[in-house]
């Protein structure tokens, strides 16, 4: 039984974990035949969103290591999917941009991946579903908006 003088426990880490368990293998199935799967989708949809941002960047952010990153980055490339470009206000840099095959490729992905996850949330009313979703990118992203996400991350 339970103690009712307890303070009730946190279920926000568990609840994280569990969506964020599901999202994956929904995203993996999604973008199967993109170069590492649920990952590639991640790079390329940054890559194709948001200001070019810079690898170290992007693997902070995304949480990848950054010698794996480079081996994401390869097949990518090799895909014609993205492109690294020199920083130009730092030449040893390089700045990932998606290309117009991977602005395409993941614009049709953005589709199915928007439609797993109002199938994954589908337990909350489409308002409830844009409320979550805004309010954890704000706690997320710990940055004003207009902040470039990635250099919030790489500061971090």
């Known amino acids: 039984m339970a103690d009712a003088s307890l303070p009730r426990p946190s279920l926000l880490g568990w609840s994280l974990a569990a969506l ?9 199935v999604i973008a ?3 170069p590492h799967g649920e990952r590639g ?9 948001e200001q070019p941002p810079t690898q170290s960047a992007l693997a902070a952010r ?3 290591d950054r010698t794996v990153m480079t081996y994401v980055l390869d097949e990518l490339s090799a895909a014609g999917l993205i492109e ?8 040893r840099a390089r700045r990932i941009a998606a290309t117009a095959r991977g602005r395409d490729a993941v614009a049709a992905l953005d589709i199915r991946v928007r439609a797993a996850e ?11 579903r844009a409320q979550l979703c805004g309010l954890l990118e704000h706690a997320a992203s710990g940055a004003a908006p207009g902040d470039d996400r990635c250099a919030v991350t790489a500061r971090a």
Do not use: F, M, N, T
């Open 62 to 64: 995304l949480g990848i």
């Open 118 to 128: 109002d199938e994954l949330l589908s337990g909350l009313e489409p308002g409830q």
């Open 84 to 91: 690294r470009r020199l920083d130009p206000a730092d030449r």
């Open 41 to 49: 989708y991640q790079v390329l949809s940054v890559a194709a969103h």
């Open 32 to 34: 199967a035949d993109l």
């Open 20 to 28: 964020l368990r599901e999202w994956k293998a929904r995203i993996a």
